[in-house]
Each structure stands twice: as C-alpha cells, then as structure tokens.
Nanobody, 118 residues
C-alpha cells in the first residue's frame, strides 16, 4: 500500500501565492512520475503539472509561467503557485505513477482545496 498526503491548500486573494506539498509513504518499489491534477467545481479533473524521476516537467497551458512543480526527493513533490486567479479555484490532487508492492496502479491523494477569492 502507498499513501499520498497533500498539504498547503487554503484561501488566497487573486494575485497571491500558495505552495502545495505531497509526500508518498508505504511500500514503494519505485516512482516514475508524480504530478498535480485539479477538479474545479462542476468540472472534470484536469492535469496541472507533472514531473518525472528524471526531473522532466510538463504543465497545462493555463498554468505555464505561473506554477512550478519540483521535487525535494524521490517521494516528495511541491507545486508553487504564483499569480493565482479565481479560475484556479479547485480541489488539487497529488498523483503518483510507479510500482508499490505487487501493484502498479496510479495512486491518488485525498485532495486539498485551493480557493482564490477576494
């Protein structure tokens, strides 16, 4: 079993910043990539940013230049969010792809709420 625990969400004014953190724990054979997805109210979950074990990154067009994904180590990833907009309001989910125990299914965190409002 592997667990992803997110932290760092909250309420922020437009133009403000937040940093999300995600830590993986459990029986982990190896992590190929970690990332952040979000689900705005009434919409489907969408990709925000991903980072591979080789530190290659990928971003949604809507966050390029404002958000930065990075890793502290193989099991912890951050999402620095700057110049936040009301449309960034969503539940943000951490995702990991790799191998844990006898499983290789993608793993998801419980989500953390980010609200951008004045």
């Amino acid at each position: 079993q592997v667990q992803l625990v997110e932290s760092g969400g909250g309420l922020v004014q437009p133009g403000g910043s937040l940093r999300l953190s995600c830590a993986a724990s459990g029986v982990i054979n190896g992590i190929n990539a970690m990332g952040w997805y979000r689900q705005p109210p009434g919409k489907q979950r969408e990709l925000v940013a991903t980072i591979t074990s080789g530190v290659s990154t990928n971003y949604a067009d809507s966050v390029k230049g404002r958000f930065t994904i990075s890793k502290a180590n193989a099991k912890r990833v951050y999402l620095q969010m700057n110049s936040l907009k009301p449309e960034d309001t969503a539940v943000y989910y951490c995702n990991a792809e790799g191998s844990w125990g006898s499983s290789s299914d993608p793993c998801w965190g419980q989500g953390t709420q980010v609200t951008v409002s004045s």
